[in-house]
C-alpha cells in the first residue's frame, strides 16, 4: 500500500473564509483592499509566531545553564531573530497601506479634521485609528523584547530565556489576534474564531493538550492506588512507571501548547520519579508526597486552559451535542435505525469536551465502547438518557 500523502501546508498569508468574504462585501474597495493586504501580513505574522515551534530550543532537562554564555545566545538566536522579523514586518505593512497622519505644526495641536461625511467613512477612521495604536503598540512591545533579551538574568538560564520569549510570543499572537478581529468587527458582527488567522488552529491545540492532560492524570492516579496496596520493594517499579507515562505525555504534540514553566514543572516531576526508582524500595509516602502536588498542578493547569482558551469552544460542543441528542430521540420516537449511528456521532463530538470534566471523562469512555459495539433500541435508549444527564451536569461557568 502506498503511503499516503501529505496534506499541503496551507499558504501564511491565507485568511480564513469568512473575514474574506467580509471582505469582499465591503463598498469601499479602496479600504478594503488596503485591509486585505495588512490582515495577510497579520496572517503571516501569526503563522511565524506559531510554525516555529520554539519547543525544540528548550532544554529538555531540570538542570540550569552554567551561566551566559555565546553559546546559549547563538542557539536561541533563530527563535529571537524570527520573531522580531515577523513582528516588525507586520508594523511596516500597516504604516505603508495606512500611513500615520502628520503631526500638525505649531504648537503641537492636534489640528482640525472634518467630520466623517458617510457611515463607511467614519468605519474607515475607527479601522485606521485601530491599526495606527495597534503597530505603535506592537514596535513598543518589539523594543521591550529587545531590552528584556539582554539582561543578564534572562540570558543566563536558558529556562528563564524560554518562559520570557515564550511569553513574548504569546503576547505577539493575542495582540495581532486582536487586531484583525476588531478591524473585521467594525463592518459586521463576526466571531473571533471565525475571522482571526490561526485561531481556530490555537484552541485545538488546547482542547488536545486538556484531553492528554486528563489522560495522564488519570495514570498517575492509577500509580498511587497500586502503590497504596504494594510492598515498599515493589514501590520503585511504580516511580519509574510514573517517569514513563510524564515521559510520554512530554513526547505528544499537545505538549507543545504548555507554557515553560509548566514544561519545567513537568520535566521536574520526571527527574524525581526516575530518581526514586532508582531505590531499592520506597516508603509509603514517597510517591503521594511526589504525585499529588503535581496532580494539584495539573488541575490549575487544566482550568487555566479551559478558562482562557476553551470556554466558547466548549459551549458550542456542549449545544452541538444537545443538538445531536434531540435528534437521537427523534430518531427513537420513529423506531429509526438513526438513532445509533446520531449517538455515536454525538460521543464523537463531545470528545472535544474530554478533560473538562473526571464524571464525564469516564461516561465519554464507557459511551465510546457502547457505541463502538453497537447500539439497539435499547441501549440507544439508556446512552441517550445518560448522555443528556451527563451533559446537563458539566461545570459551565
Known amino acids: 500500500m502506498a503511503p499516503p500523502i501529505p496534506k499541503p501546508r496551507i499558504p501564511p498569508d491565507a485568511l480564513p473564509a469568512r473575514l474574506e468574504t467580509l471582505l469582499e462585501s465591503l463598498t469601499d474597495r479602496h479600504v478594503a483592499d488596503r485591509l486585505v493586504r495588512v490582515h495577510r501580513a497579520a496572517a503571516v505574522a501569526i503563522d511565524r509566531l506559531g510554525h516555529l515551534s520554539i519547543a525544540k530550543y528548550e532544554p529538555t532537562t531540570v538542570e540550569p545553564d552554567g551561566g551566559a554564555d555565546l553559546a546559549l545566545w547563538e542557539t536561541m538566536a ?24 502628520a503631526k500638525p505644526a505649531g504648537n503641537g495641536g492636534e489640528g482640525w479634521a472634518p467630520p466623517p461625511a458617510s457611515s463607511d467613512e467614519r468605519l474607515a477612521q475607527e479601522v485606521e485609528a485601530v491599526l495606527h495604536a495597534s503597530a505603535e503598540r506592537l514596535s513598543r512591545r518589539v523594543s521591550e523584547l529587545g531590552q528584556q533579551m539582554r539582561r543578564p538574568e534572562v540570558v543566563s538560564d536558558r529556562w528563564t530565556l524560554m518562559a520570557e520569549l515564550q511569553t513574548f510570543r504569546a503576547d505577539f499572537r ?83 501548547a504548555l507554557r515553560t514553566p509548566q514544561k519545567h514543572a513537568v520535566l521536574s516531576l520526571r527527574a524525581r520519579a526516575q530518581e526514586e526508582g532508582t531505590r531499592a524500595e520506597l516508603p509509603l509516602d514517597a510517591l503521594p508526597g511526589l504525585v499529588e502536588p503535581f496532580l494539584a498542578f495539573l488541575d490549575e493547569t487544566t482550568e487555566e486552559v479551559t478558562r482562557a482558551w476553551l470556554t466558547v469552544h466548549d459551549r458550542k460542543v456542549w449545544a452541538s451535542c444537545g443538538a445531536k441528542l434531540e435528534q437521537a430521540e427523534m430518531h427513537l420516537t420513529l423506531d429509526s435505525p438513526g438513532a445509533a449511528r446520531v449517538l455515536a456521532d454525538a460521543v464523537d463530538t463531545a470528545a472535544a469536551l474530554y478533560g473538562r470534566s473526571v464524571p464525564f471523562d469516564g461516561f465519554l469512555r464507557k459511551a465510546r465502547q457502547e457505541a463502538a459495539e453497537g447500539l439497539d433500541a435499547s441501549g440507544a435508549r439508556g446512552l441517550l438518557e445518560r448522555f443528556r444527564e451527563k451533559l446537563a451536569a458539566l461545570p459551565f461557568s
Do not use: C, M, W
Open 78 to 101: 533563530p527563535a529571537i531573530g524570527d520573531t522580531l522579523v515577523g513582528v516588525n514586518q507586520l508594523v511596516t505593512a500597516i504604516h505603508k497601506e495606512f500611513p500615520p497622519p
Open 174 to 256: 493575542v495582540r495581532i489576534g486582536d487586531l484583525v478581529y476588531l478591524t473585521a468587527a467594525a463592518f459586521e458582527d463576526v466571531r473571533r474564531e471565525d475571522v482571526v488567522p490561526g485561531y481556530v488552529h490555537q484552541v485545538g491545540a488546547r482542547a488536545a493538550l486538556r484531553a492528554a492532560a486528563a489522560d495522564l492524570r488519570r495514570s498517575l492516579q492509577g500509580r498511587l492506588e497500586r502503590a497504596a496496596k504494594a510492598e515498599a520493594t515493589s514501590r520503585p517499579a511504580l516511580a519509574r512507571q510514573v517517569a514513563e507515562s510524564v515521559a510520554a505525555f512530554v513526547s505528544l504534540p499537545a505538549s507543545v
